[in-house]
């Protein structure tokens, strides 16, 4: 059974910063492109910022210059560091992550998965 389990949410004032970090657990053979959405209360989830397997990096308007995603693939890991948060920022915070995994006799399939999220919340 494959999991995303994120962390590093909070509350912070405006300005501040958060680091939050996303743990892929299970038998995995391996993880693809790895993602970070929000979803703010009646707002649609939105993506913020994704990593390829290879480091390829793309962000969102809003998260450019102020947010950081990164991965260490020994780890399963990926992190989003957010700098100069402000209160629009303020959401529930998931994990998304494309992972392979073994189905038997030499098969593997590729599926996508999701964490349960994690709450920031940034005060003005």
């Known amino acids: 059974q494959v999991q995303l389990v994120e962390s590093g949410g909070g509350l912070v004032q405006a300005g501040g910063s958060l680091r939050l970090s996303c743990v892929a657990s299970g038998i995995i053979q391996g993880i693809g492109s790895m993602r970070w959405y929000r979803q703010a209360p009646a707002k649609v989830r939105e993506l913020v910022a994704a990593?390829?397997?290879?480091?390829?990096?793309n962000y969102a308007g809003s998260a450019k210059g102020r947010f950081t995603i990164s991965r260490d693939n020994a780890k399963n890991m990926v992190y989003l560091q957010m700098n100069n948060l402000n209160p629009e920022d303020t959401a529930v915070y998931y994990c998304?992550?494309?992972?392979?995994?073994?189905?038997?006799?030499?098969?593997?399939?590729?599926?996508?998965?999701w964490g349960q999220g994690t709450q920031v919340t940034i005060s003005s």
């Open positions: 998304n992550a494309f992972i392979r995994t073994a189905q038997g006799m030499g098969n593997s399939r590729l599926d996508e998965y």
């Open positions: 990593i390829t397997d290879t480091g390829t990096i």
